[in-house]
């Protein structure tokens, strides 16, 4: 609709700055770390992303835009909404822990961070094609989990939670829990972006722990 519209009204973009996902290589656990020039993963969720990525690529192959920018955002951390304010409830009541092996790393960026790189692809002409917006501070879930019992001050006791509990709870969705892989943000750095929360237990702290003592 978006290009229908572009070409009827003979408007052509200078940037189209579009809002992909890490999840471009796949739900996996493994020691690779992902950059750019990686090919896509082969299950449902980078699939998704690749034809979505198609799609932005169309609004160059049809000169509708001068470029494209696709940001291919990991988990945003943020006090007020998604994975974050999920995890917080059972790590305050001192019953929090980390889910299967704990061993699947989590991409994440703090969410100044991703509206920050939104800002800079809009303002840099020379940037094009994808890039990963994810912090250069690798955590698996467990350390994640860890570290946000240690800003909070919560003990952190309990054992793993079964990965066949997390099958039974969410089916085949289980997957993009119980597997993850990091991913470079080498080539957005390499840019010119500089992060401002690129140590995890900083940018907790900047989420969290604004009112208690450090």
């Known amino acids: 609709m978006l290009r229908n519209t572009l070409r009827k009204k003979e408007i052509k973009l200078k940037s189209f700055i579009s809002a992909s996902g890490i999840n471009f290589y796949g739900t996996k656990t493994t020691e690779k770390i992902f950059s750019e020039n990686d090919p896509p993963g082969h299950d449902f969720l980078s699939e998704v992303v690749v034809l979505w990525e198609r799609a932005a690529d169309h609004f160059k192959e049809q000169n509708l835009a001068d470029r494209i920018v696709k940001i291919r955002t990991a988990v945003v951390l943020s006090e007020k909404e998604g994975a974050l304010k999920k995890m917080l409830p059972p790590i305050e009541y001192g019953i929090g822990s980390a889910l299967g092996s704990g061993k699947q790393y989590m991409p994440w960026i703090h969410i100044e961070d991703i509206c920050s790189i939104y800002e800079f692809a809009l303002k840099h002409p020379n940037l094009h094609g994808a890039y990963n917006a994810v ?59 500089q992060f401002k929360f690129p140590d995890l237990k900083d940018a907790l702290r ?9």
């Open 135 to 193: 912090s250069p501070q690798h955590a698996t879930n467990a350390g994640l989990t860890k570290k946000i019992a240690e800003v909070l001050h919560k003990p952190l006791f309990m054992p793993n939670v079964p990965t066949f509990v997390l099958k039974m709870l969410f089916g085949e969705l289980a997957n993009a829990i119980l597997e993850g892989s990091r991913a470079s943000s080498q080539k957005i750095q390499d840019a010119g972006f």
């Open 206 to 214: 900047d989420l969290l722990n604004s009112n208690t003592p450090q």
